[in-house]
């Protein structure tokens, strides 16, 4: 399996372990990740509520170049950068809007590009075929956490189902793992606020974190930097409003396959959370 | 090919058929041989030379009778028969299909579902001279079409070669036959011309199978069948028709899906 | 040559006023073919239509030109007045002066050559008309009602009442419908049961009704007047000719845990089944996909239960043709289940209930007898929380209309909770109170000021289970937005009300046409609500879109009445706006070839084969024929057909094709 | 510029009888005014409109057509509409394949509701068609024969 | 007649001074890989290397379509515009083959059979022919079977014989051809007393004309006509390209209250061509088309018109889209 690889910028700072479990189940999975060259931010959390050339111009640029350089399905692990990149690909099916942008950008773009995230890319790779490569099964009872931007909004995305999405649970089914059932899969942990309100972070990442660990799970997996940063970063703010102060850690799904397929906890990156990791 | 010339005699001669639509050699190209007797049989070619689409002649009442007749059929005739079986032209007790597969091998089919299972294995492509003109039109501005088509118009002296070449012009009487209105001038003039070519497109959207018959009927080399070709692929995934695989029902202009283009209305 | 007679009118000023008239009328009577031409002030009055009917004769007129108004305003007048002349009516054409030309343009010299211009396009065209002759059908004097619920129900009586015979058909056992399952009904709380049984009852007494339960439309072939139903009566495996309806069979079955349909899931029933106490038929059904016998080969307990003998396990389907003259579609709707709505836990949560299951628990012939019980553990709520607008009014849950019946039937069941759970707490999480109706206002306002419902006007986010409550998170928008949680003991959605199961495969079948909800589609909007653009096909009641029980059974009556107005008829007149294959002397017979792609074109299926053979009966070809029964004159296999062999009458390709080339002659 | 030079382009409206027709005369009832330039000719649904008669009208010396009938879902005729809607996709592909302007065919949907979508309709239509120019280049060879005599261009 | 000789700058100048005299000129022209006659201003316009033309010279005095005469109405009366004979300009052919100037004879006798076609011989009257002899020929060519040769001067006011210097031997067989020479008088010289057939191509007959006519007299009801023209699709590409097929349609072409009659080109293998109003079609079936195209030929032309209807150029063979082969056939009847 060949595929281009938009890491983003998260993924080369703050989540690195991210970037670094992608990059090691890749290789073990055989996954050929092409990154895309020349690439640039893709403009979330800020440019779209700025302005909107500049929001459509930033992902477009990414995906003119992917383009240019022949690729035809890339996966971005980041959430927030899969939705801008998505997000923009609707909004550029409006020939005006996508003649504005190719001028400012000066190059031409034409869409045709698939943008998948890092669960999509593991379901077409075959839960099958990830099954076949597990050698030490994830035998955690886990809470699949998704966040806002992995799912919504879903008339763009279309991507599982919005309320109560599944793909993720299932992975973690097929490398050995058992998933709770919980209210608190799509809340909102507070990413937006996440320098500004720190307060407020911690009040909605604790009710999802609290939810979790009440129904017994061992770890929370998530698929979204801004998420496991939150999470995971903010645990002594979080653990001051909630009843139950709370150690279970926040890691990537990618992390969790990769233990799976037995790649080495450092590796993975495990090593870099607040949280520790004893998994 | 002796296989074939050996079964068609055999099948004329136990009365099988009463009539084998095949190829022999011609002047410089083979050509449509209609064998009534073994004796013709014998003359029976049937190579990658054989470009005729013998199944313009399967609607021809006067030539097939009313008795079962076979046809030895390169897979674009194969294509252009299964659209005439949908069009109700053909029907299976009348027919029966020789061919030599890639392999050399001597097929016959009677069933349609037969003749579909078969040319689902072939792929349309361009060839290398509808490449090249194709993308000659394509390069040029909507003005430099226009001219180009005119200049190619001035030629057509109506000889509709074109429509007698292609096996799904089987009308009794054509639309430019018709005088009540006069659609379409009779008289050879570029916009008169050009009026029958749009036509003919029109009528075979969703039917043209792409054999390129009329284009090689043409006797003014006329890439006429470029016409029909291009709207066949422009069509084709739009519409989700394969040609040559038509359902069973219908056809591109006679059904409809509710989320149909419409970017173009107003 | 053509003798034609042009008519110009000033309507009054509204066309002299912009338009010079006689300008128009002098230039048309100098056109070829033109006998007469004339202006006047008032062409539909009686002096105006005597003008014409004096010239058709005078002038022994083959064609008549009316330039007025809009043809859809007065074409019916001047072609009566050409009738009366003794002229074909549809020799007479209207250009359309007033509505596309003085009105919509300023006085001047482009005006009025545009005025000329439309006059001579109908001068041309006329030129080209034929003689038509109105088409005549019969008309079968017998209906098909589609659906035994309380639109059907209604239907079938007011029909079967004007002394017609009607056919009515019911897929479930029994007819009833919804409204047998509901308890009370609003704003009135009578109980539903009571006043819909004795109907059911009629319907079966009535000499007029035929009614086959257990049934569904197979096909429906033919046109207004003269349809063909081909009716798939269901394997019921009990002889109803023999069963006396005893129910003992029921009482042994040893299948029992079936969740009931009748109780919304609620309560079991059997596999040999009457779906409730009062069911018209009261004779039982086998269920044959959860029978033991059906399903391994053994038990048939009820067989040897069986006093008279009825069971009959080899029954099979049997399909039965009808003749009706028209159709009532009543085939009602149906509601979303709890599973529609992950926010709402999708279906998972046993004490997330619809608004049907709820009227279940608080029917008397209920699950629970009527008191409001959870089904988790048989407690009773102390919290209730009631989720007004559940998908409906929801664009992205795909449903963006509203069901219109939720407001008032929750508001009457937080009514019925209270008067059964008296300490108990009820919240209405709601968009907004849609109360219009006889009554229905002060309904609701009884269920909040008397009965101390609590309502929140807010949308409910989320519910979830913990540690055995509902936590309802919404949102009260009245109090500045604040979150509201509220851990309750069972939750009501009222749930929308779509399209029944089946409806668009139904829709097909009938060539009727359905909106993007699969509801059926009225043939107008205000004027013709129970018609479809279907000509025979009426509709009754939620089938059409969702309605409460007056409005259905209002609506049931108007299509009993069309479907009477229909049947007072001996035979139908159509404009004869029809399609017609050519036909010509042997040895072409006709231009088609019989491609019969047409016939994929039609939306009336009205094409149809025709041999054509030779006098020893040999077959020469066959071709398109029109039904004209069933054409209603779109026109769209005319621009379809190849060789220009079908062609519609009024709108010829001779016709159109002489207009289209006045119009741009200089 | 002087009124002798502004272009009048020729139009003919191709419309069905129970969406458009009907709308052009709610334009007439409620007064609303547009250009003289677009004359209409009835049919009884879009299904019906052939595609000859648009080539015939380019060759008649049209300068524009508009083409307009029912929106989706509403055709009096169930699907009339959504024959014509596929037709015009599969006649546009052909008549820019030829090199005509395809600029000249406006297609529309206008219910017989929207009457002063049609004055619009036919507003911005004359001055798209005016902004083209006379047709000339279809003009001039629809003529074709006259030429033909006069030069032996054989 | 005269012979003369002309050089290749002679021809040039030659070629120079017809043009410049005002008189339009067609010549094969090398077009769309294919060649055509067209109007030309420069010899190098010219096409050099071919055996045939795809289509006869024909039109130039047979138009494709061609108004007969044009009307007006107006209230009740006719206003008739006539064919005005002066509306042809004078014409030149150059490099015409003998095959298509020997078509010029069969044409006009069918146009004057019983009253003059003043149509036609107004055309003929404004065109002069200057002809090439044939150095090429290929295996469809059939000229000397049918009472043609390379160097025919049937039909030709002026036939040049190309000489390996560019130059050519002129023969100018009628006053129109003299005129032509008059336009540039010097450029002619003397005949160098050449032997013009060791120039021409060698073609053998292949059928005797009188043969065939004998067979062709009593085959009406022959059984070879349907085995001939079983794979004929009966397109009518044959009858465009020949040029002495001369089947025509009357049509009528009217705006409003104007209108034009033209006549244009038909042929006689569409079966629309014979078919009655009533439906009833004497030639119903493609192999009496086929007949009639041959006994046209071969045998009503020459008992009735004195002229046989073929001179053996073989476009019908070369056009044909399933290669019904004129040569083939006609022998073949010949023989047996």
Redesign the interface.
Known sequence: MKIGFYPGCSLTGSSREYNESVVAIAKVLDIELTEINDWNCCGATAAHSMNEELSMSLPARIMAMAEKQGLTEVVVPCAACYNRLKVTQHDLKDETKRKRVSEILQLPYDGSIEIINVLQMLEKYGAENIKAKVTQPFAHKVACYYGCLLVRPHSILQFDRVEDPQSMDELIKVVGGTTIDWAFKTECCGGGFSVSRTDLVAKLSGNILEDAADRGAEALIVACPMCQSNLDMRRGAINKVIERPSDIPVIYITQAIGLALGIDAKELGLKRHFVTVEL | MEKLRERAAAILADGTVSLVIGYEE????P????CHDGESARKLIFDSRCF?NLA??LTKK??VGNGRFAVTATISTLRSIMQLYV???LSEDKLLILTVDLSGTLREFVTFDEISAYVEQFELKRSEREQAILTR?EG?T???????????M??C?????C???CPLC??????V??N????????????AN??W???R???M?GRCTACG?CG??C???IPIDL?TR??ME??AP??GYIPGLPVK??????????D???Q??? | MSKIGVFICHCGENISATVDVERVAREIGGMEGVAHAIDYKYMCSDPGQTFIKEAVKKYDLDGVVVGACSPRMHEPTFRRACAEAGLNPYLCEMANLREHCSWVHEKGEETTEKAIDLVKMLVEKVKKNNPLESIKVPVTKRALVIGGGIAGIQASLDIANTGHKVILIERDPSIGGHMSQLSETFPTLDCSQCILTPRMVEVAQHPNIKLYTYAELESLEGFIGNFTAKIRLKAKSVNYSTCTGCGACIQKCPVKKIPSEFNAGLGTRTAIYVPFPQAVPNKPVIDRVNCNYYKRGACKICEKTCQVGSIEWDKEDEIISEEVGAVVLATGFDVKGTDFFPEYGYGKYKDVLTGLQFERLASASGPTFGEIRRPSDGAIPKKIVFIACAGSRDPAKGIPYCSKICCMYTAKHAMLYQHKVHDGESTVFYMDIRAGGKNYEEFVRRAIEEDTVNYVRGRVARVYEKNGKLIVKGVDTLLGGEQVEIEADMVVLATAGVANCGSEQLAQKLHVSYDPYHFFAEAHPKLKPVETNTAGIFLAGACQAPKDIPETVGMASGAAVKVAALFSNNELVREPIIAVVNRLAPPLYSTCVGCFMCETACPYNAIEHEEIKARDGSLIRTIARVNSGLCQGCGTCVAFCRSKSIDIQGYTNEQVYAEVMSLLND | MSSEEIFEPKIVAFVCNWCTYAGADLTGTSRLKYATNVKIVRFPCTGRIDFLLLLKSFAQGADGIIVSGCHPNDCHYTSGNFHARRRWIAFRSILDMMGVDVRRVQYSWVSAAEGSKWADLVNNTVADIRALGPYTDYQKVADYLEKEVQDGEA | METKYISKSGIEQWFKSIVDSGKRVYAPVNSRDQIEFKRVKNLSEVADEYVQTTQSIKASVYPKAEVLFSYEKEHGKVHLTDFNPDSIPETVLWKVHPCDAAGFKPLSAIFNWDSPDKLHNAHVQKTSVISFSCAMADESCFCTSVNGSPGNLAGSDIQLTMLPDGGAIAEIVTPKGEALVALSPTVFEADKGEDKTKYLVDLPARFSLEEVNAKLNKAFNSTVWKEQSERCIGCGACAFVCPTCACFDIQEDVHGSTGRRIRCWDACGFGLFTLHTSGHNPREHQSQRWRQRLLHKFSYMPARLNVVGCTGCGRCSRACPVDMNILEHITSIAEQ
């Open positions: 011609g002047t410089k190209r050509r449509p041989l209609f005729h313009v002649y006067e030539l069009e109700n032209q039109i040029m909507r003005e430099e079409r226009w001219n180009f088509w005119q200049e190619e001035s030629h002296f109506k000889c509709y070669a429509r007698s070449a089987y009308c009794t009487k054509c639309v036959e018709v009540r209105p006069q659609w379409i001038n009779p008289w050879p003039a570029p916009v050009m009026e070519h749009i036509n497109a029109m009528h959207v018959a090689d009927a006797p003014v080399g016409i291009k709207m422009d069509m739009e519409f029902k219908g056809n591109a202009l006679s059904t409809w899906k509710l149909d283009r419409e173009f209305i107003r």
